[in-house]
């Protein structure tokens, strides 16, 4: 189908729409019990690497909710594993890195993601794509700073104090290994465009942990070698946790649409990126809230919404899993008919 039917992308390019399109973060996964039914048995790695799940994944929330977007099930060390990392995700846990990078050795060490390694995710957008209509598909990857922060600490981190050490006391290493991060990521959402791929967010989980002076010094060039090198003409959403300051930097590095988490109202983000579409931001605990609270947030968030030249609904963050999926049903009627 055209793309200039679908409001996802014409709200992303700031065109006219008659409501705000939505999607939701994390809307594939624990909050769906057919998602719970189908991975019962199979790892996250290896359900990320079948076409046929990954297809069938991003399509039950499309099914279920209706929503205007759906994004290709996938994980961002996926890319990773297969540039060669030895990593692992551990239920409970999270991704688990078998020898964490702290030397120049371990940074020359990480070999360059060869398309082929991840044709698993360009026949999956194909076979997306046959079935998704008007709904937009986007594809996604993690910036550089997160995956390193990932790489350094061997998994999960609270205070990144291994990540920040090694960035303020060996520059030379960081902005090598951010580097090669930033190749492989753009190789990554290259593959998914390439594929068919309607739109990318590039998500920077972590970079809340980091002072503005810091984002521009160690990650913006990084961030903005993905968003700017992709040489792609689709959207590019960028998105952060914790990044209220970090905004207008996070502007620059190159992104089309800013993701903004609900520390944020969005009128006020609207102002601090003038111009610029923006996506969000509903704290996904109001969800476990009663209706009318979910209603009341729900409408402030897209008045909020309005002060921006397009604005795509979505959470603060990923859907929780405990979500009552009949809420977010309920929610996207909302968003459509306010």
């Known amino acids: 189908m055209d793309d200039t039917t679908k409001l996802l992308l014409r709200a992303a390019r700031g065109e006219a729409v008659p409501h705000a399109p939505v999607w939701f973060m994390r809307q594939a996964g624990r909050s769906l019990p057919e998602y719970r039914a189908l991975r019962a048995g199979i790892g996250m790695l290896e359900s990320c690497r079948r076409p046929d799940l990954v297809c069938e994944i991003t399509l039950q929330p499309v099914r279920r909710h209706g929503v205007d977007g759906a994004i290709v099930f996938s994980d961002i060390v996926v890319p990773l594993q297969a540039a060669g990392i030895d990593l692992d995700i551990v239920a409970g846990t999270g991704p688990v890195v078998a020898h964490p990078v702290a030397t120049m050795a371990d940074v020359e ?65 960081w902005h ?5 991060l930033a190749a492989i990521t753009r190789t990554f959402l ?39 090198g992709l040489e ?33 109202p969005l009128d006020a983000a609207a102002a601090r990126v003038p111009g610029k579409p923006l996506q969000g931001n509903l704290d996904p605990c109001v969800l476990l809230a009663p209706w009318e609270v979910v209603e009341q947030e ?26 009552d999926p009949d809420v977010l049903t309920r929610l996207v009627d909302l968003v459509h008919t306010a």
Request: proline letters at 6%.
């Open 109 to 173: 060490a990480i070999r360059p993601l060869d398309p082929a390694a991840v044709a698993f995710i360009a026949e999956a957008i194909r076979l997306l794509l046959a079935e998704l209509g008007d709904t937009a598909l986007i594809g996604f990857a993690g910036a550089p700073f997160t995956l390193a922060s990932y790489l350094i600490e061997g998994g999960p981190s609270r205070h990144h104090a291994k990540t920040k050490a090694l960035m303020y006391g060996a520059p030379d290493v």
């Open 176 to 180: 090598a290994l951010c580097t090669r």
């Open 190 to 228: 290259r593959v998914q465009v390439d594929a068919g791929a309607e739109a990318i967010q590039l998500f920077d989980s972590w970079a809340g942990a980091l002072s503005e002076a810091d984002y521009r010094r160690y990650v913006m060039p990084h961030s903005r070698a993905v968003l700017t």
């Open 232 to 264: 792609a003409s689709v959207p590019r959403i960028h998105f952060g946790v914790g990044t209220a300051e970090l905004l207008p930097a996070m502007s620059e590095a190159g992104a089309d649409v800013i993701g903004v988490d609900w520390h944020t």
């Open 298 to 323: 729900s409408r402030r968030v897209l008045a909020e919404g309005q002060k921006a030249p397009g604005h795509i609904f979505n959470l603060g963050h990923g859907v929780l899993p405990e979500t």
